[in-house]
């Protein structure tokens, strides 16, 4: 980016320098670099307060035309990216020689807090920043990716590789265990609906409906400083994005247009269908009568059973259904944006066209979004503006993972079944139900309106007092269509056509008015103060319907249904109300103090307990600005800060303190049910953290680190505990239990090399330790075998530990354990019930992070970065299907036929027996590490030279490479170690797979135009 | 709540003290488009409050539905409760049945391999007490309810809790035909209704003997309460079919043989002209004694969600084998209920149809093998009287003296008349009857009790079979 700007910036000003100006008097000279006396190209001379302007040639040369008054009068700005910029009068010279100083503080970039900004190297808390340069051009599906890996700290998984579906954020690890755990996001001031809306199991990521390409940065509050102005929302850290705004000048156009395929990034080896016949052949036999495969099983032979499970398995079929899965499939992302302005208004539009297919069969995500960015100076004191963003998004989406109609799940079907009949039709011969059937026999699609805005007044009475109000929206229509015709009646039930049609809006209305006052007092002591109130008010309606029984499969709406056979309509809300203050101190720029505070009342808690109250303080300490450091040459930039505070979590149902009745019918008649147990005390989760971190620069900031230490502490967690069914409740949501993270983060920055070859590194490191210190003795389960219980991480997986197989028969065995956990004096046992479940591994990394190479060599860039996650584990819930040594019809993981023969085989996969569930229950069988380092993306990109820019009078033409996932080093065997599938992904639920889709492999290429 | 909101006004009070009128314009505007206070005053619009729930004679009687509705939950007697016991009660060595589904939880059931974590146990479980706990919330609010229909509704909360005990107890524990009644566990009973939950809602499990008491002088209770027809709800004649499973249960033929012949004799119900009319109904047909009402927009049928094929809305999962086939005569009528090569039971085709609990025909059985037992003078009618109209029915050949049958026929022509409607388990527990090579009484035709109750409830022991 800071390469585009340079190029942008100097073809701008050279096309003002060609217009010339009559009666000029001409000012010229060379910039050289203070450094090493090289001469320096593009740096841009600017008479201040006006456009005039131009940019130094590759001698360091320029020459710029003024008028006698400005030739006497006039301030020349000479400023490059990466050089501290000079102002100097011209006074009547016409030479003018300027030696600029490289720019030691790259930290002096402006950061954005909650309800303001703030110079970074007077940040006392933790905030991570990524910035536009870091989003643009990767081909991605929804903007958190774009982030996964480069911030600190910020864990981002992708549920599974479909398009449109839900990512979990974690800043800092779980900070909780029933409430959620996502961050609370905020698109230009204003709280934006993040929730899942989805219509079935799988969550979708309403996220995916911004434009990543209007983004101008993403500051994420990690610590509690920082994220207490968000008081009880602030617990799972803040992001806040902001979009691009125009700057005064010339409207510049930006028109880009990228093309991009997909493969999946990784497959798995099943068995081809003699090797399937084999393993079956062999598995009937040993569990057959008589030892044989001429003995029966429940009274069938062999052939028998075969032709009832799998009809066609004796015709010589070779299937490779997971193939079959996956669709070719090209994407093509058109952008255009136009910005400008003069002094008193600038602006920015754009637009973007995505038309992404992805690599599963059916599945396609499209965006149309339009937005203007409007600022404008009425006066002295009255500045208004609006940020509007519409978008409409269309997703074609498929079953969740655990069902047989998701393309993945095709890979279950026997190889020795064919995926056609004679007439090219789906096959409804197969064991399981034919994926394929879906492909045309049915289609969901999610559609989205949503209007993202905000309008706002800032008014200055008084010098450095700015009061802002602000009111913002954000509405989100969702309709959700699905259609099933009668070709898939076996999934469905509906032999003649079902349909159903979900609408759901969500309107997020916040208004928020507050006064920042910054003044430097005296040299030595400024203050920056900022205080007001905001609140929010969301109210969620939806409308479902459903129909069977269809004429033909051409009729798709519920309205051709003959039997309406569902319908509802429900409506609810929940409202914040915040008052918050903060303070910032600086004393002689040294010495930093911040104190802020947040009260929150919210609909959600009962009376007992509205309100809460959620402080912080920080401080900071910029040594290098001592005396005793600043004599240390090497040192350019030396901070400490600490911080603590406090911060909330209400993201639990709308209103879980009330005991509460919900209607309910038989037969006709309307009845009452008890839903939920009251609980009056209900309040909410409080997070208490620590933060204490170092910022460093070295070498005139070639080299810049942070390092951070944080604990935190979460109490009175809002819990969904289980509770004696025997009551009649499950669960109840109270305030029980604590849990704690501890982590150390680390951030590296290093310009290698400056000059024409520019080489620049980063790297950053993040460890995190979860542990549930308190549930009340609770154990929670999540699916499969996850679990939060005490004294482990959550999530832990929690299982018989599997002991291999006993040589001398082939049973799967497990090691007994104890009740209490691992205890390996009992030794093993065959009989899977009379093994102990214990932990037997993590879906948390140990640490995660990602290292990132930038070059650029005259045209040329390339940058190069790897994401990589550490330490976690993976339990693969569809494993007791898919390498299950045979024990059903389901094609086998090619592993299978490592399987015990004949005694003395040593091996982990125990005799293949039939319906014999032999070593299939739940265990650590199916658990992996699932640590990996993936090369996440490269691109390549090529930026005309000037010369040819000009002959062709455009400011920017760039070509470029982006591959994504391009490499995965892992050990973990199924299709991608990135995974938590869709159907049970929760806060307990990690880690897990079960047939969900493989993240995408992609290859774009793409051209950048500006004009 | 007053600190706090001292505190929001001085806040609101220093800022007034900045004394510029922009503020409070800006912060008006605020107030205004957000009412403050008002607010955070939101009420659920899909949900009312507890208190309100129970405080009308109308909203208790609403409560009363909502206790049906539980109780015809797919958990339960909604299909649950009948096809997994059918699946259990098949003979593993020649396999009546085959379960062919992908569900693994019915698979455990179906292969007597049940596992403690097997989460249709735990649904099961779930849905009983969340039904009985609507039926206690219903009887501790009978004061409010209008003294005309008090004994009616007093009468239908017991008769469900106490067939929902009766349930649980031929699942969760062993039977009662294996003795031990006052040592065996039954399962934990619950009277009262739950409000804030604390640690004395871990309830521990009851002697079989206690549950069965419970659930006796619940249905008793009952019987006296009702009147003799009650619609579509539970009415005496109903108690009474539920009571008669109860004493056939016990052993106690004797009651078992006067309940059975209360219902016949109330005059209330018929055989239907033919075996097929008593099935796949949208509403209860004239045999019909009490059955769980579905249609399109209400209620669940998993009966037909695994016994029928897909072409009738089902999954197919339960497949009827030929060992099954072969024991039916020649020219019975109910052969021809079966379909698809007689592979798929002929019961439950109609995916919005009634799930039937009990029928008469069973109570002309259940008098029958009674009176058999018991020998005369017989109550009610001739057994072979009762059986002949059961045979007649389906055009099979009727007995003529008593000396054509023994019990053994008796009990063979419950199986097949009764046969994927849920009572198969509990007729061989009963007769200490063997599932092939699984004894009557052992633990592994008996559930566990849940894994995540044993989980939360630390005074609840687990069945013996379980805890190998």
Redesign the interface.
């Known amino acids: 980016m800071k390469k585009l700007r340079f190029f942008s910036s100097t073809l701008i000003l050279l096309l003002f320098a060609t217009t010339g100006y009559l009666h000029a008097q001409t000012v010229s000279g060379i910039v050289t670099s203070a450094e090493d006396n090289e001469p320096l190209p593009g740096i841009t001379v600017l008479l201040q307060g006006t456009n005039i302007g131009v940019a130094t040639n590759v001698e360091g040369e320029y020459d710029i035309d003024l008028n006698s008054d400005q030739f006497q009068n006039g301030i020349l700005t000479f400023s490059g990216v990466g050089f501290v910029q000079q102002q100097i009068p011209v006074n009547g010279r016409s030479q003018i020689d300027v030696q600029l100083a490289t720019d030691t503080q790259l930290l002096d970039e402006v950061i954005v807090v909650g309800f303001g900004s703030q110079i970074k190297e007077k940040v006392t808390g933790n905030i991570s920043s990524v910035s536009a340069s870091d989003i643009e051009g990767v081909p991605v599906n929804s903007l958190e990716q774009a982030v996964q890996g480069k911030a600190a700290g910020v864990f981002i998984q992708t549920n599974n590789g479909k398009l449109g579906q839900g990512i979990q954020v974690r800043v800092r690890g779980s900070a909780s265990v029933s409430a959620s755990n996502q961050p609370l996001y905020v698109i230009d001031g204003i709280p934006v609906t993040t929730a899942d809306l989805s219509i079935n199991a799988a969550a979708t990521n309403p996220l995916a409906d911004i434009n990543p390409n209007d983004i101008e940065s993403i500051d994420i509050l990690k610590d509690a400083s920082a994220a207490a102005i968000y008081g009880s929302r602030g617990s799972n850290g803040v992001v806040l994005i902001t979009t691009k705004s125009g700057s005064s000048g010339a409207t510049q156009f930006d028109v880009s247009y990228a093309a991009s395929t997909s493969q999946p990034s990784g497959k798995k080896d099943w068995l081809n269908g003699d090797e399937y016949l084999e393993l079956f052949n062999e598995a009937f036999a040993n569990s057959s009568t008589d030892g044989t495969i001429n003995g029966t099983i ?2 069938f032979t062999r052939d028998g059973l075969f032709d ?2 799998i009809p066609g398995w004796d015709q010589g079929f070779d299937t490779d259904w997971q193939e079959l899965a996956f669709q070719d499939n090209t994407s093509h992302k058109f952008d255009l944006s136009a910005s400008g302005g003069n002094e008193s208004t600038t602006f920015r539009v754009s637009g973007q066209y995505s038309d992404q297919e992805g690599i599963i069969i059916d599945n396609t995500f499209e965006r149309i979004s339009g937005r203007l960015n409007l600022d404008h100076t009425a006066n002295d004191k009255v500045k208004i503006g609006t940020n509007l963003n519409l978008i409409q998004t269309v997703n074609n989406r498929l079953s969740t993972d655990n069902q047989f109609s998701t393309p993945i799940q095709l890979v279950a079907l026997p190889p020795v079944q064919r995926p056609f009949n004679d007439e090219g039709e789906p096959s409804r011969q197969t064991v ?1 139900d034919n994926g394929l059937l879906y492909r045309d026999g049915a289609t969901f699609e999610t559609t989205v309106f949503r209007a993202l805005g905000n309008a706002y ?1 800032n ?1 200055e ?1 008084i010098d450095n007092l700015i ?3 602000e ?1 913002g929206a954000d509405v989100l229509d969702q309709n959700e269509e699905r259609w099933y015709g009668s070709s898939v ?2 999934f469905t ?3 003649r056509g079902a349909a159903d049609n979900r609408y759901v809006r969500v309107t997020n ?1 916040t ?3 507050y ?1 920042n006052y910054i003044k430097d007092i005296t040299e030595d002591h400024s203050v920056d103060v900022t ?1 007001g ?3 929010q ?1 969301v109210q969620t309606d939806q409308v479902y319907v459903s129909g069977i029984d269809f004429p033909n499969d051409l009729f798709r709406q519920v309205a051709s249904a003959a ?5 509802t309509a ?6 914040f ?1 915040s ?1 918050f ?1 903060r303070a910032n101190y600086s004393f002689n720029d040294t010495y930093l103090f911040n104190i802020s505070g947040t ?1 929150d ?3 959600r808690f009962g ?1 007992n307990n ?2 809460g ?1 959620f402080p912080a303080a920080s401080a900071g300490w910029i040594l290098s600005n001592e005396s005793f450091v600043e004599d240390i040459d090497e040192v350019s930039f030396l901070k400490l800060r600490a911080s603590y505070g406090f911060t909330g979590n209400a993201e639990i149902g ?2 879980p303190s ?22 009056p005390d209900l309040k909410w989760e409080t997070t208490r953290q620590f933060n204490v971190g170092i910022d460093l620069g070295l070498f005139s900031d070639r080299i810049t680190a942070e390092v951070d230490y944080y604990n935190k502490n979460t109490e009175d967690l809002l819990l969904n505990v ?9 669960s ?1 949501t109270r305030n029980v239990g604590a849990l704690e993270n501890n982590g150390f983060e680390f951030v590296l920055t290093t310009r290698n090399f400056v000059g024409d070859l520019n080489w620049s590194t980063t790297f950053n490191f993040g460890t995190n330790q979860n542990e549930i210190t308190d549930l009340d003795g ?2 929670i ?1 999540g699916s499969f075998v996850s679990r939060a219980v005490e004294g482990q991480p959550i999530g832990v997986f929690f299982a018989r530990e599997y002991a291999g197989v006993d040589p001398d028969n082939g049973d799967a065995l497990y090691y007994v354990h104890s009740a209490d956990g691992k205890d390996y004096s009992a030794g093993t046992t065959n ?4 093994a102990n479940r214990v932990v037997i591994g993590d879906p948390n990394p140990d640490f995660q992070g990602g290292i990132g190479n930038t070059f650029s060599f005259e045209g040329f860039d390339l940058n190069i970065f790897f994401q990589y996650v550490y330490g976690n584990d993976i339990y693969n819930g569809g494993g ?1 299907f898919q390498s299950a040594n045979a024990d059903f019809f389901d094609n086998q993981t090619k592993d299978q036929l490592d399987r015990w023969q004949e005694p003395g085989d040593i091996t982990d996969v125990p005799e293949a027996r039939l ?1 014999g ?1 032999n070593g299939t ?2 265990s650590s069988r199916y658990l992996s590490d699932g640590s990996y380092l993936r090369l996440k993306t490269v691109t390549l990109g090529y930026s005309l030279p000037q010369d040819i820019l000009d002959e062709l009078s455009l400011r920017r033409v760039r070509i470029y490479f982006t591959g994504l996932n391009l490499l995965t080093f892992t050990q973990y065997d199924g299709w991608d170690p990135e995974v938590n599938t869709d159907f049970t992904a929760s806060n307990i639920t990690l880690g897990t797979d079960f047939y969900a889709a493989p993240q995408p492999r992609t290859f774009e290429v793409g051209i950048n135009l500006g004009f | 709540m007053k600190a706090k909101e001292s505190k929001i006004d001085l806040i609101f009070h220093t800022m007034k003290k900045l004394k510029s009128k922009f503020i409070h314009i800006f912060v008006l505007t605020v107030f205004i488009t957000a009412g403050c206070d008002g607010l955070l005053d939101i009420n659920p619009e899909q949900s009312i409050d507890e208190e309100i729930a129970l405080s009308t004679s109308d909203n208790v009687e609403a409560v009363l539905v909502g206790a049906y509705n539980a109780l015809s939950d797919d958990d339960l007697l909604g299909g649950q409760l009948l096809f997994e016991p059918d699946l259990l009660a098949d003979n593993p060595v020649t396999n009546e049945v085959q379960w062919t589904g992908t569900f693994e939880e019915p698979e455990q059931i179906w292969r007597k391999d049940i596992q403690v974590e097997n989460g249709q146990v735990a649904q099961t479980w779930i849905a009983a007490y969340n039904a009985i706990n609507l039926t206690n919330n219903v009887l501790s609010a009978l004061d409010v309810v209008d003294a005309d229909i008090r004994d009616r509704v007093e009468g239908e909360a017991l008769f469900i809790r106490g067939m929902i005990y009766f349930n649980l107890l031929k699942l969760y524990a062993l039977p009662y035909s294996s003795g031990n009644i006052n040592t065996n566990l039954g399962v934990p009973i619950i009277t009262t209704p739950t409000s804030e939950i604390s640690e004395a809602n871990e309830v521990p499990r009851e002697t079989v003997e206690a549950g069965y008491q419970q659930v006796l002088e619940d249905l008793q209770a009952a019987e006296g309460l009702l009147p003799q027809a009650n619609g579509i709800y539970a009415s005496a004649p109903v108690v009474a079919a539920i009571l008669s499973r109860v004493h056939l249960q016990m052993g106690e033929y004797d009651l078992a043989r006067q309940a059975a012949d209360r219902v016949i004799s109330s005059g209330n119900y018929a055989l239907t002209p033919t075996y097929e009319e008593a099935f796949n109904r949208t509403s209860n047909s004239s045999e019909d004694i009490f059955s769980m009402q579905v249609s399109e927009q209400d209620g669940a049928n998993s009966m037909n969600l695994f016994y029928a094929t897909s072409e009738f809305g089902g999954r197919g999962d339960i497949l009827v084998r030929p060992p099954h086939i072969a024991l039916y005569e020649v020219g019975d009528d109910r052969l021809s209920l079966f379909y698809d090569d007689t592979t798929a039971t002929g019961k439950w085709k109609n995916q919005f149809g009634n799930v039937g609990v009990v029928r008469l025909a069973e109570m002309y059985l259940t008098r029958a093998e009674a009176n058999f037992r018991e020998g005369a003078p017989f109550v009610g009618d001739d057994p072979i009287n009762d059986l002949n109209a059961i045979r007649g029915r389906v055009n099979l050949p009727l007995y003529n003296a008593p000396t054509d049958f023994d019990l053994d026929d008796i009990l063979l022509e419950r199986k097949l008349e009764l046969m994927f409607e849920g009572q198969l388990l509990h007729d061989l527990k009963r007769t200490q009857t063997d599932v092939g090579n699984i004894s009557y009484n052992s633990g592994q035709i008996t559930y566990p009790i849940p894994q995540r109750e044993l989980d939360v409830n630390p005074n609840l022991e687990q069945n013996d079979y379980y805890e190998q």
């Open positions: 429940f009274g009832t499970f399981y007044v008014y009475p009061i802002r109000g009111l009646s076996q039930g509906a032999a209305i208004s928020q008015a006064a205080a109130l905001s609140t008010q039997t309406i056979d569902g319908g429900t409506n609810t809300s929940y409202s109300t008052y203050a009260i009342g919210s609909s009376e509205r309100y109250f709308n209103f009330r005991g509460l009745y919900g209607a309910g019918a038989y037969g006709g008649a309307s009845g009452l049910a008890p839903t939920q147990s009251p609980n289980n509770v004696p069914a025997s009551t009649g409740f499950t109840q609770q154990v389960e009989s899977f019930n009379a007791t319906l569930g229950g739940e």
